[in-house]
């Protein structure tokens, strides 16, 4: 089979985590026994040896430049982006990063039949493929099977992020909800199959699309890039991991670090919190003037800094879909304590399961289950175990590749 993949962010080395690893894990299966043409953007950190190397993994790489991100182009181009959101329904972050040139050549690929299958990676990249559909009705409709791979539902995630008052700018968003509710609407119901993360994102999207074909491929872990910890390194060392420009990271490890820290170093004064992800912004590198603090930034290995920790924190208060970090941390043995939000997804504290990670929303419970895993050995053995095994079982790139790949063979 032809897949073509479509993805404006690019999607190696895979240790840049987020969307970048899902979509680089699942072109790596299906490359195994189909044809794969991946169409991607090129920022400005890609170094010429990356690109190398992710064309070895593809059948054809088809690279664009990204386009001038929308804070640099002023306040006209701001207003005209906002202005087509509200006459045609699609959001300035995606116009952000739409490309006509990218859009002719995929408009040409599919013009000469040389794909069955189109992948979006991300519901970015789903603007392609509605003016691919306006372009060429006939052979989209009737030959092409069309997928879009829903990392998180973005209407959802400007609720919650609202409804915790973490929002960037609140009025902003408050007026962009309902349009994101269409805009979501709208480019959900002209794919064939649609992927979710998690069930409580497939039924935010059912809501939407209640005909709509809809599967759940959790997130996924490369067992040999993470491997289980040989040895409980003890003490009182607190990690973090994840891209530091996210904004669900940010507010993460800034509400930890102002918060919950503290607390937990009236305790033990010798606590550290580690912050280790690509890109921190001013407001991460400026946690580090906090005592026991650590702003790490990008490392080649996360594993090495994950087996050094006595803890994993995910105190994620917004973001949706199973979180990579936290996936991770569980295979290479970290116990980890985390918000509903960084469990999302995972079966970790319930009656029918062995427990696999303590729970923690406010700042009490964090500190309750800090001290637990601090103060028992056994128990830190017993999550570390556990988390383990869970994802050696249910959330591997293999497990998630077959699913997609299924996704991707059935015929309408």
């Not at 939407?208 to 872990?221: A, H, M």
């Not at 960084?342 to 923690?360: F, I, K, T």
């Given at each position: 089979?032809?897949?073509?993949?479509?993805?404006?962010?690019?999607?190696?080395?895979?240790?840049?985590?987020?969307?970048?690893?899902?979509?680089?894990?699942?072109?790596?299966?299906?490359?195994?026994?189909?044809?794969?043409?991946?169409?991607?953007?090129?920022?400005?950190?890609?170094?010429?040896?990356?690109?190398?190397?992710?064309?070895?993994?593809?059948?054809?790489?088809?690279?664009?430049?990204?386009?001038?991100?929308?804070?640099t182009t002023g306040m006209l181009k701001k207003i005209q982006r906002f202005g087509k959101f509200l006459q045609q329904g699609t959001p300035p972050s995606v116009l952000n990063r739409y490309s006509v040139e990218m859009q002719t050549w995929i408009d040409n690929w599919v013009e000469a039949g040389k794909c069955d299958v189109i992948t979006c990676e991300h519901s970015v990249n789903e603007v392609y493929v509605r003016s691919l559909r306006q372009a060429t009705p006939t052979h989209f409709t009737k030959q092409l099977k069309t997928?879009?791979?829903?990392?998180?539902?973005?209407?959802?995630?400007?609720?919650?992020?609202?409804?915790?008052?973490?929002?960037?700018?609140?009025?902003?968003?408050?007026?962009?909800?309902?349009?994101?509710?269409?805009?979501?609407?709208?480019?959900?119901?002209?794919?064939?199959?649609?992927?979710?993360?998690?069930?409580?994102?497939?039924?935010?999207?059912?809501?939407?699309?209640?005909?709509?074909?809809?599967?759940?491929?959790?997130?996924?872990?490369?067992?040999?890039?993470?491997?289980?910890?040989?040895?409980?390194?003890?003490?009182?060392?607190?990690?973090?991991?994840?891209?530091?420009?996210?904004?669900?990271?940010?507010?993460?490890?800034?509400?930890?670090?102002?918060?919950?820290?503290?607390?937990?170093?009236?305790?033990?004064?010798?606590?550290?919190?580690?912050?280790?992800?690509?890109?921190?912004?001013?407001?991460?590198?400026?946690?580090?003037?906090?005592?026991?603090?650590?702003?790490?930034?990008?490392?080649?290995?996360?594993?090495?800094?994950?087996?050094?920790?006595?803890?994993?924190?995910?105190?994620?208060?917004?973001?949706?879909?199973?979180?990579?970090?936290?996936?991770?941390?569980?295979?290479?043995?970290?116990?980890?304590?985390?918000?509903?939000?960084?469990?999302?997804?995972?079966?970790?504290?319930?009656?029918?399961?062995?427990?696999?990670?303590?729970?923690?929303?406010?700042?009490?419970?964090?500190?309750?289950?800090?001290?637990?895993?601090?103060?028992?050995?056994?128990?830190?053995?017993?999550?570390?175990?556990?988390?383990?095994?869970?994802?050696?079982?249910?959330?591997?790139?293999?497990?998630?590749?077959?699913?997609?790949?299924?996704?991707?063979?059935?015929?309408?």
């Open positions: 089979m032809n897949i073509l993949m479509l993805s404006s962010t690019f999607p190696y080395p895979p240790t840049r985590g987020g969307t970048q690893v899902r979509t680089f894990n699942l072109l790596k299966y299906l490359s195994q026994r189909h044809s794969i043409t991946l169409v991607t953007q090129r920022e400005g950190d890609v170094t010429d040896a990356e690109v190398a190397e992710l064309c070895d993994c593809v059948d054809h790489l088809a690279i664009f430049e990204r386009p001038p991100d929308s804070a997928i879009v791979n829903i990392h998180s539902s973005v209407y959802a995630t400007c609720r919650n992020q609202l409804s915790t008052g973490i929002s960037e700018n609140s009025l902003r968003d408050k007026i962009n909800l309902p349009l994101l509710r269409r805009y979501e609407q709208n480019y959900c119901a002209k794919f064939s199959a649609i992927v979710a993360t998690t069930e409580e994102d497939k039924i935010q999207l059912q809501e939407f699309n209640p005909n709509s074909e809809i599967t759940v491929i959790p997130n996924g872990v490369d067992l040999i890039s993470f491997p289980n910890r040989t040895t409980d390194p003890g003490g009182h060392r607190l990690i973090f991991i994840g891209a530091m420009d996210n904004l669900a990271n940010i507010d993460a490890v800034c509400f930890f670090s102002n918060e919950v820290l503290p607390e937990i170093q009236k305790l033990y004064p010798d606590t550290t919190f580690d912050i280790v992800g690509s890109h921190p912004v001013s407001e991460v590198l400026a946690l580090a003037q906090k005592p026991g603090i650590n702003v790490i930034g990008r490392v080649p290995s996360m594993v090495k800094y994950l087996h050094q920790a006595t803890i994993c924190v995910v105190p994620m208060r917004t973001g949706f879909g199973i979180k990579n970090k936290t996936l991770e941390a569980m295979a290479a043995g970290v116990p980890i304590v985390a918000s509903d939000r960084g469990l999302e997804g995972l079966a970790v504290d319930s009656a029918n399961h062995p427990l696999r990670a303590l729970r923690a929303n406010k700042l009490p419970e964090y500190v309750t289950a800090i001290t637990q895993l601090f103060e028992h050995p056994h128990l830190r053995s017993q999550l570390s175990d556990n988390g383990r095994q869970l994802v050696k079982t249910e959330f591997t790139w293999d497990i998630a590749g077959k699913s997609y790949e299924q996704v991707c063979l059935k015929r309408d």
